[in-house]
């Protein structure tokens, strides 16, 4: 109980239990033992895919610069596609014409089947071609060292553009000096129609195949670093 009159108040507290004052201290203490336990983690700025929230990894700001498509690679690989498209077509070539003879597989024999013969060229053709698109996608991922497959689509992308300007000076050529009409093409026993469709396939099945082995290409060079670095890590 208080006391009042002049007399001095005191605080009497039930007993067993600690005065404020004592509290206070206890829960000051827990709080510093608490505070201590804790690490600070710094935080890091996440990126948001959609809904799914991740963390961006840390990139040597001095690597960014060699990163992307770079035009000298990509050009150098679509050279050396070139390259490896004649000598492969020229091999091919040779050997066919070497079986042809040991096998005694003569022009009539091509067309009394010329559809089968059509179908066997044509897939060689693109064979060959889509080897070659790889090894020079390969070489571009080599010489760019980043971004490999980003760069084997330069070396499509190159090779696309080329043939497009060829084909319109072609035609452009074509109109002024009529040259398609002097060549001889042979006669094939397949109707307009066959040759179209086959026509129409075949060359959709290089542009694809050509793509997906250019682009492959260029991993596989960009790789190549790839193992150098995690040997020098």
Excluded: C
């Amino acid at each position: 109980m208080a006391q009042q009159y002049g007399e001095t108040a005191t605080i009497t507290t039930p007993t067993g239990e600690a005065n404020p004052t004592e509290r206070y201290e206890e829960v000051r203490a827990a709080a510093a033992r608490a505070m201590s336990n804790v690490a600070i983690v710094p935080e890091q700025p996440p990126t948001t895919l959609g809904t799914i929230t991740a963390i961006e990894p840390e990139v040597d700001p001095e690597l960014l610069s060699y990163r992307g498509f770079k035009f000298g690679a990509a050009f150098f690989g679509w050279l050396i596609s070139i390259a490896m498209s004649v000598l492969l077509l020229a091999a091919v070539s040779a050997a066919a014409l070497g079986s042809a003879e040991v096998l005694d597989y003569s022009t009539s024999d091509a067309k009394a089947d010329p559809a089968a013969a059509a179908l066997t060229a044509a897939a060689v053709a693109v064979l060959m071609l889509t080897l070659a698109f790889y090894v020079g996608g390969y070489v571009a991922g080599r010489l760019a060292r980043f971004d490999g497959g980003r760069n084997g689509f330069g070396v499509w992308m190159l090779a696309l553009l080329a043939s497009v300007v060829a084909a319109g000076t072609g035609a452009l050529l074509n109109n002024q000096y009529d040259w398609v009409s002097d060549i001889n093409r042979p006669d094939v026993a397949l109707s307009n129609d066959t040759l179209t469709m086959g026509g129409i396939s075949a060359a959709a099945a290089l542009v694809l195949l050509t793509l997906v082995a250019a682009i492959l290409g260029g991993k596989s060079g960009k790789r190549y670093h790839d193992k150098i670095d995690r040997l020098l890590d």
